[in-house]
């Protein structure tokens, strides 16, 4: 789960990636996280001697020329010349509503930049797109930032990942394979190989994509979480360096996803209109407690007047007040009005007592990011 302004050090959650619990992605041979990109961050800091950050500076950077790039909230936020991130959170669900800025020192955890901490300009990220068109070489070089064979391992499916279903009109749009990397997804569209990755913090959103056989290479990114135009415009030019008449991809991309939205929204709306009035089964005082995930670490669950409330220690903004739902569910609902809510449903034990916690989001369309289905609490004392 994406820990927003974490107060565990990257260490810390590195250490933690052993409990982590089985899902449906993992069942089925894959599942992405950033744990894993934070766990190689931390692996650089253990064998070179430094940290992730000044690692990335002296060997990345510095020698693509790249003087307008960051990784650290302290750079980030020194230069006034920077993106700030948006989001739509007025509306029934994310992503639905009004666009508007975000709090940028509450969407920011320091502790995952391997995974997703890089600012870069437009003319730093050419030099790296150029470097890996080229094989490693760097551009008006003779010198190399990595050899032609670790750009080929890079370049070599390492994982089967399942290939994306998409509606009849993205029919041109639909790979026939799907492949993991080294960082790297590897796919088709229209018959050329496609080397790329998506991404997105918070608020923000880019994507790359490399045709090898056209020496072209793309970047896009936004500063907002309508990621439908970066997906509309990178498949407009891709058609455009192949060869393909314009087919109106950010138009299709857009109406695909208000689609989606307006039924997660209807969902949600159908589910809160009508919960069961039954519950909650304790006094309030006796769901009170610390509770213990072996991964996440420790919830709190206090009292707050009348009514419950839910502390997450390690992400600042996801505390709030728990509103009851239906039996021994209650609704989380966050600080900040960008994390997802969720449910949190109390399980009692025969001794009438709660021995343990689970979550679901709220919202259908939740970013997978938001996993808390993978959590399981009990309660601190026990666990101890």
């Known amino acids: 789960m994406f820990l927003p302004n974490s107060t565990l050090s990257r260490k810390e959650t590195v250490r933690r990636i052993r409990y982590l ?61 920077h993106a700030r991130p948006h989001s739509r959170n007025d509306g029934p ?49 003779e010198k190399r930032l990595f050899s032609k064979e670790q750009s080929e391992q890079m370049w070599t499916g390492a994982v089967i990942t399942p290939v994306p279903q998409y509606p009849p009109e993205f029919a041109a749009a639909q790979p026939h394979y799907d492949l993991y990397a080294l960082g790297w997804d590897l796919s088709d569209y229209r018959g050329a190989q496609v080397v790329g990755h998506d991404g997105a913090v918070l608020g923000s959103q880019a994507t790359v994509a490399l045709l090898p056989e056209k020496n072209v290479g793309i970047f ?44 997660a929204a209807k969902a949600v709306r159908t589910a809160e209109a009508k919960p069961t009035k039954i519950g909650p089964s304790l006094p309030l005082a006796n769901y009170v407690g610390d509770y213990t995930d072996p991964w996440y670490g420790t919830i709190k669950v206090r009292q707050a007047g009348h009514n419950l409330a839910i502390e997450f220690p390690h992400s600042t903004g996801m505390e709030g007040p728990l509103t009851h739902y239906q039996y021994d569910t209650f609704r989380m609902n966050p600080s900040l009005d960008w994390v997802e809510p969720a449910y949190v449903t109390f399980s009692i034990g025969a001794d009438g007592k709660v021995n343990r916690i689970t979550m679901k989001p709220v919202s259908p369309r939740a970013d997978f990011s938001w996993d808390y289905q993978d959590l399981l609490f009990t309660p601190a004392a026990a666990s101890k």
């Open 21 to 81: 619990k089985p899902t449906s992605s993992f069942r089925s041979g894959y599942a992405y996280d950033n744990i894993l990109y934070m766990a190689a961050g931390q692996l650089i800091e253990e064998v070179s001697g430094k940290t992730w950050e000044q690692y990335i500076h002296d060997h990345v950077f510095g020698p693509l020329g790249m003087k307008s790039s960051t990784n650290t909230d302290k750079e980030f936020q020194a230069n006034p010349n």
């Open 93 to 141: 669900v994310h992503g639905m509503g009004t666009q508007a800025p975000l709090d940028e020192n509450a969407t920011i955890a320091q502790n995952a930049a391997p995974a997703g901490g890089l600012a870069i300009s437009a003319n730093d990220m050419s030099q790296w797109l150029l470097t890996q068109l080229g094989r490693g070489k760097i551009p008006g070089s």
């Open 220 to 263: 896009i990114a936004s500063n907002s979480e309508d990621g439908e135009i970066i997906r509309g415009l990178l498949y407009e030019l891709l058609d455009h360096y192949l060869g393909h008449p314009q087919a109106h991809w950010p138009e299709k991309w857009h109406a695909f996803k208000v689609a989606r939205l307006n039924a």
